[in-house]
């Protein structure tokens, strides 16, 4: 007997997390606001019996991320900071987590100032196999990155950080929030965990706050204590702290992901077109891009994802040239998150990234005069034009008056 191919991707993203509970079934699903639920008796408690416990419709954006992603199971928050966090403290006390340099700034942060005294935390650049490989001869409960990475998009080897986080005993965590699953599947890589921020892609539309972490199926538990698998834990982290993400956040997520297949795919194309037209202006010192040939670590991208993503970063070389740049923008709006369907232009060093110190900054690509683009849908003509108008402007002589 012939078993069904499964779903594309695009087709996924529509239907995945709306399984039908009777007919008629309702397009958008139900959202359920209730905070508390009866009991049928003392000896019967029912599946949910508080909010923090957990929601039916939350439950469907749940089933929905795990399907996307290939895992067995996904565990939602209140923001992809709180995802993180509930991850960490999953691991058990002296744990050691290698952690890559090149993350999100929010997420170092949070390393850096929350966790020391329970774990050991070592800072590594992850998309250096050496330095990878060299941090995880020891043992270690968990490994950490982001691929491509935030703000300057730097790639690391998921296959070989796999390899090695379960050689040393650990689990292996992908921060897949810039490429979605529609780009990348990090469990189909190796990976054990896949986190995101559904606030950026997955949501689409600058509408929500809410983080998930997805578990791969039939992985070790790594450095986890054996009272219970990864979903488990999370589960009993997320009721312990109070980080449930709303039933409405959750609602409004489930219907962004039916679009994500589109509005990704034009994002990516924007982003290159774009590329391409920064890495040839003059006023433009470097571009980062995974999509681009010279771009540090294209080849392990192109053998571990199947498109590049809606962020392009360019270094204008000063602080006062990216201000300048981002002062002349009209499609673009400056603004503090990437992934929605309006074109932002951020500013890492004085936004997203302003807790680092400047040396650390320095050291990790972060340059004062680097500004990061996240395209949305908007005509990609018509983000041309902006782009060009921009960096035109940083020309002692503009070009069209040369």
């Given at each position: ?24 079934a ?6 359920v606001q ?9 000896d019967?408690p ?13 439950e ?9 992603e ?19 403290r ?52 968990l490994v950490?990155?982001?691929t491509?990475s935030n ?13 090695w ?12 929030t ?7 599947r990090?469990?189909?890589l190796?990976?054990?965990l ?7 892609y997955l949501?689409?539309?600058n ?15 790594g450095g986890?204590p ?20 709303a ?5 409004l ?9 589109l ?17 040839g202006h003059?006023?433009?010192?470097a ?9 540090p ?5 192109r ?11 360019l ?23 990437l ?7 951020t ?11 400047a ?13 990061r683009l996240?395209l949305?849908?908007?005509?990609p ?21 040369a």
């Amino acid at each position: 007997m012939s078993r069904e191919p499964a779903p594309r991707f695009g087709t996924a993203c529509v239907h995945a997390g709306r399984e039908l509970e009777g007919r008629p079934a309702p397009l958008v699903p139900p959202l359920v606001q209730s905070t508390t639920y009866g009991w049928p008796d003392l000896d019967h408690p029912p599946s949910i019996s508080y909010a923090r416990s957990g929601n039916p419709t939350v439950e469907r954006l749940e089933r929905a991320l795990a399907t996307l992603e290939g895992g067995g199971d996904a565990v939602c928050f209140a923001s992809g900071l709180a995802a993180l966090d509930g991850l960490l403290r999953c691991l058990p006390a002296g744990g050691r987590v290698v952690a890559g340099r090149h993350l999100y700034g929010g997420t170092t942060r949070l390393l850096d100032r929350f966790t020391g005294g329970r774990l050991v935390v070592d800072l590594v650049d992850s998309t250096d196999p050496d330095q990878l490989r060299t941090s995880l001869e020891r043992p270690a409960s968990l490994v950490l990155v982001e691929t491509p990475s935030n703000p300057t998009l730097r790639i690391t080897d998921l296959r070989a950080a796999a390899k090695w986080a379960h050689a040393a005993g650990g689990a292996l965590a992908v921060d897949n929030t810039l490429l979605t699953p529609l780009f990348q599947r990090p469990i189909d890589l190796g990976a054990d965990l896949v986190v995101h921020s559904t606030t950026k892609y997955l949501d689409g539309h600058n509408a929500t706050l809410g983080g998930a972490v997805v578990v791969g199926p039939g992985r070790p538990v790594g450095g986890v204590p054996r009272d219970g698998p990864w979903a488990e834990r999370l589960r009993f982290v997320r009721k312990a702290t109070g980080t449930t993400l709303a039933p409405f956040e959750a609602w409004l997520t489930l219907q962004g992901l039916k679009t994500l297949h589109l509005r990704t795919r034009a994002q990516w194309e924007a982003a290159r077109r774009l590329a391409e037209v920064a890495h040839g202006h003059p006023a433009v010192v470097a571009v980062h891009f995974p999509g681009l040939s010279d771009h540090p670590g294209h080849e392990v991208h192109r053998r571990q994802a199947v498109g590049d993503g809606g962020l392009v970063a360019l270094d204008l070389g000063s602080y006062g040239a990216a201000r300048a740049f981002v002062s002349r923008l009209r499609v673009f709006t400056i603004a503090e998150n990437l992934g929605p369907t309006e074109s932002l232009a951020t500013h890492p060093a004085s936004m997203t990234h302003s807790d680092l110190t400047a040396e650390r900054r320095r050291s990790d690509g972060i340059a004062d005069g680097l500004v990061r683009l996240s395209l949305g849908v908007e005509d990609p003509e018509d983000l041309e034009a902006d782009l060009r108008g921009g960096l035109d402007a940083l020309l002692p002589v503009p070009l069209e008056a040369a």
